[in-house]
């Protein structure tokens, strides 16, 4: 999101991820007061490391779904930065996806009410009901330190040092 004197600019994520390809190259895709937001994308291992002096918010998120990666990373961001989720609620919150091909919004069982649905029907769009989908594994930097969260759709779980 970017802050003018009296505009608001919304930045879409999950456009922003789409834009690039390159891994580990960090891309300025918004501002908010005087600090940029910047997305990258990783492939391997990550490093961790600080930067002691910077007051940054530090959000990692991965998953190994292929055709749902961007949604499944874009809710997790989302529900934190634009909804003030904890990060544990953040991942364990319904989710939804809705691509070209198949065109059709698939969604978790409990992710939306029913008058939601039925209003989206009416409106043309096949929807696809599933029990769950996915699997997030996120890192966030915090005032207090590291907070380490896993996916409970399929039970994993984390360890660091």
Known sequence: MTRG??????????????????????????????????????????????HEHEDELFLVVATPWSERIITMVYH?????????????????????????????????RGGFLDGTLTTLERMGHELGARATWGDTEEIMRTPDGWRGVSDPRLGGGGAGY
């Open 76 to 108: 997790v961001i989302s529900n934190v930065i634009d909804h003030d989720m904890s990060l544990a609620d953040a991942v364990a919150a319904p989710r939804m996806h809705h691509q070209a091909l198949p065109d059709q919004i698939r969604y978790e």
């Open 5 to 50: 004197a009296d505009v608001v600019t919304r930045v879409r994520l999950s456009d922003k991820f789409d834009l690039f390809h390159s891994h580990w190259e960090p891309k300025i895709v918004g501002q908010v007061n005087d600090m940029h937001v910047k997305l990258a994308k990783l492939e391997g291992e990550f490093v961790w490391h600080a």
